[in-house]
C-alpha cells in the first residue's frame, strides 16, 4: 500500500510579489516546488506525489518535474481548496492502492524528512489525520473593533500548524464531499465531520515562504545546510 502526496501549487504568489506563481521561484537555483516534491519523495516514505499547477502552467510544471517520475501534475484551482480537491481526485487512477494521504504546500519546500515520517507514521499507526504543530512563541491578545484589548489569550494549548498534514485516504475523501465552502487548513474539514486530528512535532524550518523576508529566511536555512 503507498502513500500519496498532493501538493497544492497553483497559487499565485500575490504577497512575494514577484509577478510569478510562488511554487516556481527559484531558491539558489531550484524552484520551491521542485525542492518540495523531491523532499516528499526522498523521504522514504511517499511513493507518489500529485501536484496541482496553476491552470496555465501545467507544462511548465511538468517540465520542472520531469526527472521526477513519480510525481504527477494536474491543473489546480481558483482556491487552495478546490486545487486540494482535484489532487485528491487524481490519487485513484495514480495511485490506486493508497491508504495515507499527505497534504503538503509547495512553500513549505525546507520540511525536514523525519517530520514528514512522522506524520506517516502516526497515520499508519491509526489516527484519522495528523497535522505537525509548533507552540505559538508571540503573546496573543483579542482585540475588538477599535483595536482595544478585551483579552490576552492563554498561549499554553496554542499551537500553530505546518504542513505536511496526513490523513486516512477514506476520511480525507469524506472530509472534502461534505465540505462546501473555502478552508485554509485540511484537517480542519476533518474536525468539522466529527474526525479527531493527531498532532506530532513541527520544525522551523517548514517554515511557509509567504513574503519577501520568508524567501530570505528560506536562503538563509539553505546556507546553513550547505555549510
Ligand atoms: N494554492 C493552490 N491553489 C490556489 C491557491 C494556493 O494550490 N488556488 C497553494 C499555493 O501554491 C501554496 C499553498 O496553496 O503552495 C499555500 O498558499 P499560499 O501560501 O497562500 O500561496 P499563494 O496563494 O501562491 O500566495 P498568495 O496568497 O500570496 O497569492
Ligand atoms: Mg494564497
Known amino acids: 500500500m503507498s502513500v500519496v502526496a498532493l501538493v497544492p501549487a497553483a497559487g499565485r504568489g500575490v504577497r512575494l510579489g514577484l509577478g510569478t506563481p510562488k511554487a516556481l521561484v527559484p531558491v539558489k537555483g ?15 516514505c511517499v511513493q507518489h506525489v500529485v501536484v496541482a499547477s496553476p491552470p496555465d502552467q501545467v507544462e511548465v510544471v511538468a517540465a520542472e518535474l520531469a526527472t521526477l517520475p513519480n510525481a504527477h501534475v494536474v491543473p489546480g484551482g481558483a482556491e487552495r481548496t478546490d486545487s486540494v480537491r482535484l489532487a485528491l481526485s487524481a490519487v485513484a487512477e495514480v495511485a490506486p492502492d493508497a491508504r495515507v494521504v499527505l497534504v503538503h504546500d509547495a512553500a513549505r519546500c525546507f520540511t525536514p524528512a523525519t517530520m514528514i515520517r512522522d506524520v506517516v507514521s502516526a497515520v499508519e499507526a491509526g489516527a484519522p489525520a495528523v497535522i505537525p504543530v509548533l507552540p505559538v512563541t508571540d503573546t496573543i491578545k483579542k482585540v475588538d473593533e477599535s483595536g482595544t484589548v478585551v483579552e ?10 505546518q504542513t505536511p498534514q496526513g490523513f486516512n485516504i477514506d476520511v480525507l475523501r469524506q472530509a472534502y464531499a461534505a465540505a462546501g465552502d473555502i478552508a485554509t487548513d485540511d484537517a480542519g474539514l476533518v474536525e468539522r465531520v466529527g474526525g479527531k486530528v ?17 524567501l530570505a529566511v528560506a536562503e538563509a536555512v539553505l546556507a546553513t545546510e550547505e555549510s
Do not use: Q, Y
Not at 33 to 39: D, F, P, S
Not at 152 to 161: C, E, N, S, W
Not at 198 to 214: N, S
Open 30 to 44: 531550484e524552484s520551491l516546488l521542485l525542492r518540495a516534491v523531491r523532499g516528499l519523495l526522498d523521504s522514504g
Open 198 to 214: 493527531r498532532t506530532v512535532d513541527g520544525h522551523p524550518d517548514a517554515l511557509k515562504i509567504t513574503t519577501a523576508f520568508d
Open 152 to 161: 490576552t489569550v492563554d498561549r499554553a494549548p496554542l499551537r500553530a500548524v
